[in-house]
């Protein structure tokens, strides 16, 4: 079911990071229009939900893309 897929994979990564791993993110805005403000609220999104969903210890972020 869709609703075990979230604590499945939390699950996973908690053995993951038990077991001695590190997790590690990466965020990324494709080129677009979006005004600079814009941009770091959405990439900072996307970082605060890889930490709160995957646990990660860090998060490799870039702005844009090609």
Known sequence: SI????????ESLRN???NGYEIIG???K?????DIDT???LLQAM???LHERSF???VYASTCSY
Not at 3 to 10: F, G, T
């Open 16 to 18: 993951l990071i038990h």
């Open 30 to 34: 494709s080129p677009a229009n979006d």
């Open 3 to 10: 609703c075990n897929c979230l604590p499945n994979y939390q």
């Open 39 to 41: 941009r770091t609220k």
């Open 26 to 28: 990466y965020a990324r």
């Open 56 to 58: 990660t210890s860090r």
């Open 47 to 49: 970082v605060n939900n």
